[in-house]
C-alpha cells in the first residue's frame, strides 16, 4: 500500500489557502464524505491529535516530539490510510489542516473542546473551554466532542470544569451527537498535576463523568487502560474507549494490554495518539496496522 506523505511544500500551500482563501475550509466542511459512527463490528480505532493545543508536546524522554507540524500531519496522513481506522479527534487547527489536505472524507471526526487547562499552568486544573463548542461541532457536522474531566477535590478549577462539562454533554446529546467524556481523579504534587490511575480512583471518576449533563444517551467514556480494568468498566454501561498514552513499555506489552481489555463488555475500541503516532520502533504504519488488528480483527 503507497502511503501519501506530508512534506514542506504541503505546509505551504496550506498557509497559502489559509492567508488567501479561508472560507475553502467551510466550503470543504460542508462537503466532506460522512459515514455512520460505527462500523458493521460495533468498534471504533480513532486516532488521537490534540496533545498540542494544551502545550504537551513530549514523547518519551523527547519533550518536544511534537513541535513539528509537518512530521505531525506526515504521521496522522499515514495513520489516517491504514485500513481500519474509523478516524480522528483533534483540536481544530489539526482538523482543519486535515481537512485541506483531503485526509477526513468517509472518516468519524471527533472535536476536542477544553484544550484551556495547560499543563504544567497553575489554573491546570480549571480546564476551560477553549476550542470547539458544541454548537460548532453540529454546525460543521462533526460525530462529536471530547472533553477532558480531571476531578481533583483540593482544587476549586475542577468544579469549573465539570459544570462546563456537564453543559457541553447536554447540548451534545441534545444535538443527538456523541459526548466522549475523558474521566480522571487527580491530585496536585509539588505543583504539578498526576491523574490517580489506581482502580479505584478510577471507578470514582466513571461514576461522577457518567453522571455529567442532563443526559447521557450519547455519553461515552475516554479511559485509560489501568490494572484491575475489569473493576474499572464494572462501574459502568457507558460504550468505552480506552486510550493510549504515552508510550512506556515495550510495545508488545502495550499491544498485549489493549488486546485483554478490548475483550470487556464495555469497551468498544481505542483513542490512541502518541503510541500510534510515535511509535518505539519508529514505523507509524505498522504500528497503526497491529492496533487495527486489535480492534476490529478479533484478536485478544
Known amino acids: 500500500m503507497t502511503t501519501r506523505r506530508v512534506g514542506p ?8 489557502v ?42 518519551g524522554a523527547d519533550p518536544m516530539a511534537m513541535a513539528s507540524r509537518t512530521d505531525l500531519l506526515d ?12 478516524g480522528v479527534l483533534g483540536t481544530p487547527d489539526i482538523l482543519e489542516d486535515l481537512l485541506l489536505l483531503g485526509a477526513l472524507d468517509g472518516k468519524v471526526v471527533v472535536g476536542s473542546m477544553n484544550r484551556g487547562g495547560l499543563q504544567g499552568a497553575s489554573w491546570e486544573l480549571d480546564d476551560r473551554f477553549t476550542a470547539y463548542t458544541a454548537e460548532a461541532v453540529r454546525r460543521l457536522g462533526l460525530d462529536g466532542g471530547k472533553m477532558l474531566t480531571r476531578i481533583a477535590l483540593e482544587d476549586a478549577g475542577s468544579v469549573r470544569t465539570l459544570e462546563a462539562c456537564a453543559q457541553a454533554v447536554t447540548d451534545l446529546a441534545d444535538a443527538g451527537l456523541l459526548a466522549m ?31 455529567l449533563g442532563a443526559s447521557s444517551a450519547h455519553t461515552w467514556l475516554k479511559l485509560p487502560v489501568v490494572d484491575d480494568l475489569e473493576r474499572v468498566m464494572d462501574a459502568t454501561t457507558l460504550p468505552t474507549l480506552l486510550l493510549g498514552g504515552d508510550p512506556a513499555g515495550a510495545p508488545a506489552e502495550t499491544y498485549a494490554s489493549w488486546g ?16 500510534l503516532l510515535y511509535p518505539r520502533e519508529g514505523d507509524v504504519a505498522a504500528a497503526v496496522d497491529v492496533a487495527a488488528d486489535l480492534v476490529h480483527g478479533g484478536t485478544s
Open 260 to 275: 485483554h481489555a478490548l475483550g470487556l463488555p464495555s469497551v468498544r475500541g481505542l483513542v490512541v495518539g502518541r503510541a
Open 75 to 86: 504521521r496522522l496522513v499515514t495513520a489516517l490510510e491504514r485500513p481500519g481506522v474509523d
Open 18 to 59: 489559509r492567508a488567501r482563501e479561508p472560507q475553502q475550509v467551510a466550503r470543504l466542511w460542508d462537503e466532506r464524505r460522512l459515514r455512520p459512527l460505527l462500523p458493521v463490528d460495533g468498534r471504533l480505532l480513532l486516532v488521537a491529535a490534540d496533545h498540542p493545543a494544551r502545550g504537551a508536546l513530549g514523547v
Open 9 to 16: 511544500a504541503d505546509l505551504a500551500r496550506l498557509t497559502e
Open 181 to 211: 467524556v475523558e474521566p480522571f481523579w487527580s491530585v496536585r504534587e509539588d505543583g504539578r498535576v498526576r491523574n490517580l490511575l489506581d482502580a479505584e480512583s478510577m471507578v470514582r471518576a466513571v461514576h461522577v463523568a457518567s453522571g
